[in-house]
């Protein structure tokens, strides 16, 4: 089976830089996304690592530590529609379906 | 590309009647997957269609549900003698599979089911 960890809640101010963690325990994974879900809407896809290392786009940027089993997603110059949960998933088996962690609700405040 | 689009956005229904929703995918995409959403967590897989074959069940789906992606486009979700423990946000997102494993899934708003 597989084991995803996120904090539950964060809490960083507008144009700061905040970092969330995603720690796992899994037999195996094809890669590792990252969704942005704001209240009562879809997931939608912010980032994917499969290498180990960094992968940046625009203000986001997530890496990715097999070894460490470790993953994180760095937000940049916060703005106020950065509020929303952050899901860290990882694909694979059948289909390359998604195993998501809890989310970790991101509160952006002035 | 008009995305993944879910059919009814809120269904409230009383405990121990049938409920179908609907999923009309993005055109393209070959694969469509459902996942419930529960308050505070994250989405559990379901099921899985490649084009009209569903491929993989998870065991969260009891014999109650029921899926069916006919002509391998739109797909519905059946969920027979509803019970208290089916109210969740259902949600269906669609891939384009075989082409490598970075392919994100796109997911429709969902729909949010209430069992009374």
């Known amino acids: 089976g597989q084991n995803i960890d996120q904090p539950t809640e964060m809490t960083a101010t507008e144009g700061a830089i905040v970092q969330i963690n995603c720690t796992y325990q899994?037999?195996?994974?094809?890669?590792l996304f990252w969704y942005q879900q704001h209240a009562g809407e879809a997931p939608t896809f912010l980032s994917y690592?499969?290498?180990?290392g960094l992968e940046e786009k625009g203000r986001f940027s997530s890496f990715l530590s097999r070894s460490k089993g470790y993953s994180y997603l760095l937000l940049k110059e916060l703005q106020m529609k950065d509020s929303a949960s952050y899901l860290c998933?990882?694909?694979?088996?059948?289909?390359?379906?998604?195993?998501f962690g809890t989310g970790t609700q991101l509160k952006v405040e002035l | 590309d008009t995305g993944v689009s879910q059919d009814p956005r809120h269904k409230i229904t009383k405990r121990g009647q049938n409920v179908t929703f609907r999923c009309d995918p993005i055109?393209?995409?070959?694969?469509l997957y459902w996942y419930r959403q529960t308050l505070g967590q994250g989405p559990e897989f379901l099921t899985y269609?490649?084009?009209?074959?569903?491929?993989?069940k998870s065991r969260l789906l009891s014999d109650r549900f029921s899926a069916e992606r006919p002509k391998g486009s739109f797909s519905t979700l059946e969920i027979q003698r509803t019970e208290q423990g089916d109210s969740a946000m259902y949600l269906c997102?669609?891939?384009?599979?075989?082409?490598?494993?970075?392919?994100?899934?796109?997911f429709g708003d969902g729909t949010r089911l209430s069992i009374l």
């Open positions: 997102a669609s891939s384009l599979g075989g082409r490598g494993d970075g392919q994100p899934q796109h």
């Open positions: 998933a990882l694909s694979g088996g059948g289909g390359n379906k998604l195993t």
């Open positions: 055109s393209e995409h070959n694969r």
């Open positions: 899994t037999s195996g994974f094809n890669g």
């Open positions: 690592n499969v290498l180990d």
């Open positions: 269609f490649q084009n009209e074959a569903q491929l993989e």
